[in-house]
C-alpha cells in the first residue's frame, strides 16, 4: 500500500497557478440502458450512498445540462435531483447532475457525484448512449478502504440495472481547458494502465447500448453481453487465479486482487490479471474504442492515440 501510495502525487497535474486539472481518483462508473427517470428511488439509493462517504461539505460546486460552468453549491442543491426524478416536467427529457469539490471552481474533482440519464435524442428518437452514474473518491479509498468501496460497487450493482461499468484508480480531468488535463491523463494511463480515464460525454458515445468501455479492478458486465461471449462460464474459464467473479445484480463483477493495483511499465512491470480480463472480454471493448470520441490531447494523431488507449493491455 505504502509503495503504491507514494506514486499518487506524480498522478496529479496542477498548472502553475494552482489549479488542478488532472485529478487521480478511486472511481466508480456504471453505465445503463434504463432511464433514470424510470427508476428513481434506485438513482436516490445511489445519491444516497454516495453521500454516506463523500462529505457533503467538501462538495462545494454543481452543474446541470444547461449550465456553462460550475456554480457554488447552496443548500437547494441536495434536493435537485430528487425534484427532478419526482415530478418531471414534460419538456424534460435529461436527468444532469453533478456535485464536485475543490478549492478552484476550474478544479478536477477528488470527491465527485455525477449522474445523467437521457430519454430521447435528437428528433425524439430513443437515445442511442449510455445513462452514466460517476462516482469518485480521493485515490487513498483504494489502498485503505478497498473492502468498503467493493461493497459500496456491490450494491449499486444491485440497484442499477447497468449495461457496464469499472471501479478502481481514474484520472479525472477539469473540463475547463481539456486538453490539458486530457493529455497528460493519457501519457499517464499509457504508463500505468490500470489507471481510466473518466470523460463523461465521451464514455456515453463510446459504451452506447452494446459495449463495454474497459477493465479495471472491478468490472461490470451484464448477463446479457456476456452471453455474446458464450457466458460468465466460458469468461472465466479464460482467467488465470486471483481474478474473482461475483454474481450481482443483472451481471457479474470480476475482482482483480484485493485491493486495486498500479503497475509502472517504464519499469518493466505488467498488469497481467486486467490483461487477462481484457483479452476475455476484448470484442465489447474494441466496440467501444470504434465507437470512442478522440481524446483531446493536442496531438495530431488523435486517432492513433485514442485506439492505443483502448488496446493499452494488449501487450504484456
Request: proline fraction near 6%; aromatic fraction near 10%.
Amino acid at each position: 500500500m505504502a509503495d503504491i501510495e507514494a506514486l499518487f502525487p506524480a498522478l496529479d497535474h496542477r498548472d502553475p497557478d494552482g489549479v488542478l486539472r488532472t485529478s487521480l481518483t478511486f472511481s466508480i462508473n456504471l453505465f445503463a440502458e434504463t432511464s433514470f427517470l424510470a427508476i428513481p428511488d434506485a438513482v436516490l439509493r445511489c445519491q444516497e450512498l454516495f453521500l454516506q462517504l463523500g462529505p457533503r461539505d467538501k462538495l462545494r460546486f454543481y452543474a446541470t445540462e444547461n449550465m456553462r460552468k460550475h456554480r457554488p453549491v447552496n443548500a437547494k442543491v441536495f434536493g435537485m435531483l430528487e425534484l427532478w426524478l419526482r415530478a418531471p416536467q414534460p419538456k424534460d427529457d435529461i436527468v444532469a447532475l453533478e456535485l464536485k469539490d475543490g478549492d478552484d471552481v476550474r478544479d478536477a474533482p477528488k470527491y465527485m457525484f455525477n449522474v445523467f440519464s437521457r430519454e430521447t435524442g435528437a428528433g425524439g428518437e430513443p437515445s442511442s448512449l449510455a445513462n452514466t452514474l460517476n462516482l469518485a473518491f480521493p485515490p487513498e479509498f483504494g489502498t485503505r478502504r478497498a473492502d468498503e468501496v467493493f461493497e459500496l460497487t456491490r450494491r449499486l450493482a444491485e440497484i442499477i440495472p447497468y449495461q457496464c461499468g469499472s471501479a478502481g484508480f481514474a484520472f479525472h480531468c477539469s473540463r475547463y481547458s481539456p486538453e490539458i488535463g486530457e493529455a497528460f491523463a493519457w501519457q499517464k494511463s499509457m504508463r500505468h494502465p490500470e489507471v481510466d480515464i473518466v470523460r463523461p460525454v465521451q464514455d456515453r458515445h463510446a459504451v452506447e447500448r452494446n459495449a463495454v468501455k474497459t477493465v479495471g479492478w472491478l468490472t461490470l458486465v451484464s448477463d446479457a453481453l456476456l452471453d455474446e461471449l458464450g457466458g460468465a462460464s466460458a469468461v472465466k474459464s479464460k482467467l488465470g487465479n486471483g481474478i474473482d467473479v461475483v454474481k450481482a445484480g443483472g451481471g457479474r463483477i470480476f475482482r482483480i486482487g484485493p485491493a486495486p493495483a498500479l503497475c509502472d511499465r517504464n519499469r518493466g512491470e505488467s498488469a497481467s490479471g486486467y490483461r487477462a480480463l481484457h483479452v476475455a472480454l476484448r470484442p465489447l471493448i474494441e466496440r467501444a474504442g470504434k465507437q470512442s470520441p478522440w481524446f483531446k490531447t493536442g496531438g495530431e494523431d488523435r486517432d492513433e492515440q485514442t485506439e492505443a488507449w483502448f488496446q493499452r493491455f494488449e501487450k504484456p
